[in-house]
């Protein structure tokens, strides 16, 4: 009697996972987009299509995107960057031919204590604070106290577009601290009265931290043309896209994909000059 | 006797193999056979030791060479020569001019003090009531993006405007807004709603206050603010003049790099590609000798006397700067001049910049330093501190354990301090960031600890932290080692000891631990070995500072964040293509690793060969 229970659950756990003919669909690359928009449109897409498909998301930087895709353990490669030409050419050498799929813009939200009251920076002041020129709060007509930086380490795609964008590639400073993450940069900078750091859109209302406005324009989607440091966000899929890769990166594009943009703190494409 | 040993021809192979000692099949018996077995174990051992340094040497081999060539072409691009001048002038701008600016403000502050305090305490007051009232906000945003029926906002408003009275009446304002303005301000702060696009009177007012005064403030420092800028311009032209030659030199390392991954690109020609550069070397030279009669210029034009002290103590720091920075330009000077673009660099210099260099430095558009000395400073002092902290306290408990322990203690205290050793190393990451960090700074803010070396703190992520954290790990191993080496000195020892008269402290502490010295350090150097190779910890509690601690401070430089040598590995680890020069450079950092492991640990044996007490 037990061991033809046993028999009967072991046989219906076995037909049951063969039915389930799981597809993983793998996506790595940029913190950024894999921590919270990424996520929720994987969810959004798996609710619409009925078909048995799971996701399998790691986010550990812009630049695992393309290690990633090049040796065929991601299907989908998220970037907050343009890609690089040695990273093309790296995967040229490979065989492999990436292609570009513009996503969300995002905007990069400089973020200081709420006990700091600076509101506002010019971009050149912003250039010096992260290139290590600016030492002192008093320089910038806050409380004095030494200024901490805080940025994204050299794997992340915000790390190098801040630098192209903000620093107009000048090397960061050596006394900024490199954070693995926007949610470590937005705590430590609600931590420290004297933190100044760059965060995702997305990221900015976290507790103890408030916004800057850069040269008189506030950071808020509305703004996105205006404001200094807007950016692009790509998907890249080796050659072209076919199958669910296809379904899920079109399902983006729509309204409802849309709304999900939105309401993760970027700003969709369509909104976008 | 056994059946089998009558019929030798068609013996079976069971009972062969299960007959007593003597008897042996192709000349191998049983007890060889266990022997050859554990000695194969042990061999396993040593081949997977040898085959992992063979792995590190592989990858990590190639590293001087690729670095050497890269640094050739940094060399012989012009990229040098570019830097030579850049850097120490960037240096030296940095720091004199952050200095004046500072002196600037406090002489601001002097005059317009009061009134900047004001306006800064109200703009933050609306900030934090904003924040307060942050979760009513968000839901009626919402509520206005889904386009709802007019109805359906009225709610939500009202919520948004009880939260924001409500916040406004409860927060603290801080004494420099005299009470009156205190209560008006309460019932502004309560008028907050989204709607509202005009700043709040008293914010207007206030601002208008301080621009008044400054205005007036910033006349009657006029000098000093005319010095300030004309320090910062000081440098433009020079600055000017390097941008095109930036360009070629980038340039000139792309289309070499070009040439490196394919041989159908054209070969590049060195000597040609610099001679922009090196006609531009004159013109370069005017224009640092401008700089330097510039800044000299604008050094003298500084004000003799200033109102606020610190203002003068930081024109006293400019001043005594400017000599430095005279014989700093001759010394570009000269580099400048003796720098030759075409002299290969040798793979001398590529090691040198890999164990000395000052800087660690990947993924630039410009070039890539790979330098261990900021990361080889940040583990050793790490590890420095987690030893300072870990030895008292597990000799201590060592000592206690093995000598003044009740039997019940030891049952008790040898566990729990060994239990330590189970927790994984992510959880102490765990509670360094959620804890332990922020539990320093609290205590740095006691204005009782106000005299200690570096308080009060602001960074959570800190040496300190991390030097805490690794004692922690630290403990179980030193503490084991140390009260096994205690408990291995001879009975004979103590008993003498105390037949010659000696009470229980002074045959402790003079005779049984010096015993014991060879076992506590070799332990000692083990925690050591352990606490250098630590990744988890380091990488999420450290701070992630690449640059060499500023020991300006004193004691207080272990309140610095750091990066160290296996942070930099587990940060960078995940980004690098194989093969490349960077992979190259951490398996190097890698080997950096391997070796100090050995070194230690072999001090370990040494030192503990060496005190070896006599066995009786």
């Known amino acids: 009697m037990k061991t033809s229970l046993l028999l009967a659950v072991a046989a219906w756990a076995c037909l049951v996972s063969g039915i389930q003919a799981q597809q993983t669909l793998r996506i790595r690359g940029s913190d950024t987009l894999g921590a919270k928009l990424v996520p929720q449109l994987a969810e959004q897409f798996k609710l619409s299509h009925g078909r048995q498909l799971s996701f399998d998301i790691a986010a550990e930087g812009s630049s695992t995107a393309f290690t990633n895709l090049a040796s065929d353990t991601a299907d989908i490669g998220m970037s907050s960057r343009r890609i690089k030409a040695e990273e093309t050419r790296f995967c040229e050498s490979k065989g492999i031919v990436l292609r570009e799929m513009e996503i969300a813009w995002d905007l990069i939200v400089i973020v200081v204590n709420e006990d700091n009251p600076v509101t506002n920076l010019t971009r050149q002041q912003v250039r010096q604070i992260f290139t290590g020129e600016i030492r002192d709060w008093s320089e910038l007509e806050g409380k004095p106290g030494r200024v901490s930086a805080y940025t994204r380490n050299t794997s992340s795609g915000a790390y190098k577009d801040f630098m192209s964008l903000a620093l107009g590639d000048l090397e960061y400073g050596t006394r900024t601290q490199k954070m693995a993450g926007n949610e470590q940069i937005a705590a430590e900078v609600g931590a420290n009265v004297n933190g100044v750091g760059y965060v995702g859109y997305a990221y900015a209302d976290a507790k103890g931290v408030r916004i800057v406005s850069i040269d008189g324009v506030l950071p808020v989607p509305a703004m996105v043309n205006s404001y200094a440091f807007s950016r692009p966000t790509y998907l890249y899929t080796r050659g072209e896209p076919a199958g669910m890769v296809k379904a899920f990166m079109d399902y983006i594009n729509t309204p409802a994909g849309d709304v999900i943009v939105s309401s993760c703190g970027f700003v969709p494409k369509s909104k976008v000059r | ?444 803010h006691w204005p009782l600890l106000a005299w200690l070396p570096g308080f009060p703190i602001e960074e959570r992520l800190n040496m300190f932290n991390a030097g805490c954290l690794l004692a922690l790990m630290a403990v179980p191993t030193m503490f084991s080692l140390a009260e096994d080496a205690l408990n291995s000195v001879p009975q004979s020892y103590a008993a003498a000891s105390e037949a010659l008269g000696a009470t229980k402290l002074q045959t402790v502490f003079r005779v049984i631990v010096p015993a014991a010295l060879s076992g506590i350090l070799a332990g000692i150097l083990l925690g050591l070995g352990r606490v250098i190779g630590e990744t988890m910890v380091v990488l999420l509690v450290a701070g992630n500072r690449i640059a060499i601690p500023d020991f300006g401070d004193g004691l207080g430089v272990v309140f610095q964040p750091a990066h160290t040598l296996t942070g930099i590995i587990a940060q960078e680890l995940g980004e690098v293509s194989r093969g490349s020069g960077h992979w190259q450079a951490l398996f190097m950092v890698g080997i950096l690793l391997f070796i100090i492991s050995l070194v230690v640990n072999w001090c370990a044996r040494a030192f503990a060969r060496r005190l070896e007490t006599p066995k009786s």
């Open chain 2, 1 to 444: 006797m056994s059946p089998a040993s009558q019929q030798p021809s068609s013996r079976p192979l069971g009972p062969l193999l299960l007959r007593k000692k003597g008897s042996s099949l192709f000349g191998i018996t049983r007890a060889s056979l266990v022997r050859r077995f554990f000695s194969a174990m042990a061999s396993v051992a040593i081949i997977v030791l040898v085959l992992i340094m063979v792995f590190l040497l592989r990858d990590g081999a190639g590293f001087l060479s690729t670095y050497r060539a890269s640094l050739d072409v940094y060399r012989k691009s012009g990229m040098e020569l570019c830097d030579l001048l850049e850097q120490p002038v960037r240096e030296m701008q940095d720091k004199s001019t952050s200095l004046l600016r500072h002196a600037l403000a406090h002489e601001l502050a002097t005059l317009t003090g009061e009134a900047k305090q004001r306006r800064d305490a109200v703009v933050v007051l609306i900030g934090k009531v904003q924040a307060m009232s942050a979760p009513e906000r968000t839901a009626l945003e919402a509520v206005l993006t889904a386009s709802s029926p007019l109805e359906l906002l009225t709610d939500p408003r009202d919520q948004l405007r009880q939260a924001t009275s409500r916040a406004a009446m409860s927060i603290p304002i801080p004494s420099v807004l005299s009470s009156g303005e205190a209560e008006q301000l309460r019932r502004e702060l309560a008028t907050l709603t989204p709607e509202r696009t005009e700043p709040l009177p008293m914010l207007t007012a206030l601002e208008a206050e301080f621009a008044t005064q400054d205005t007036a403030a910033r006349a009657q420092f006029a000098p000093l603010s005319a010095a300030v800028i004309a320090c910062e311009q000081a440098p433009a032209a020079l600055y000017e003049t390097l941008v095109p030659l930036h360009k070629h030199a980038r340039n000139t390392k792309e289309l070499a790099q070009k040439r490196l991954s394919s041989r159908d690109q054209p070969e590049v020609h060195f000597p040609d590609q610099l001679k922009p550069i090196l006609d531009a070397r004159e013109t370069l030279l005017t224009r640092l000798d401008d700089y330097g009669s510039r800044l000299k210029q604008a050094q003298a034009a500084l004000p003799a006397e200033t109102r606020s002290e610190e203002a003068a103590e930081l024109l006293a720091q400019v001043r005594e700067l400017l000599p430095e920075q005279a014989v700093q330009t001759a010394g570009i000077r000269e580099k400048v001049l003796e720098w030759d673009g075409m002299h290969t660099v040798s793979m001398f210099h590529a090691a040198l910049g890999f164990c000395f260099g000052p800087h660690w430095i990947t993924n630039s558009p410009w070039q890539d330093f790979y330098g261990v000395v900021p990361l080889l400073t940040g583990s050793v002092l790490i590890s420095v501190i987690a030893l300072l902290i870990a030895t008292p306290l597990s000799i201590a408990a060592a000592v206690y354990t093995s000598q003044f322990a009740s039997d019940r203690e030891k049952e008790y205290i040898k566990p729990v301090i060994e239990f330590i050793q189970a927790i994984p190393s992510i959880v102490l990451g765990f509670i360094g960031i959620a804890l332990l960090g922020d539990l320093i700074k609290s205590v740095s």
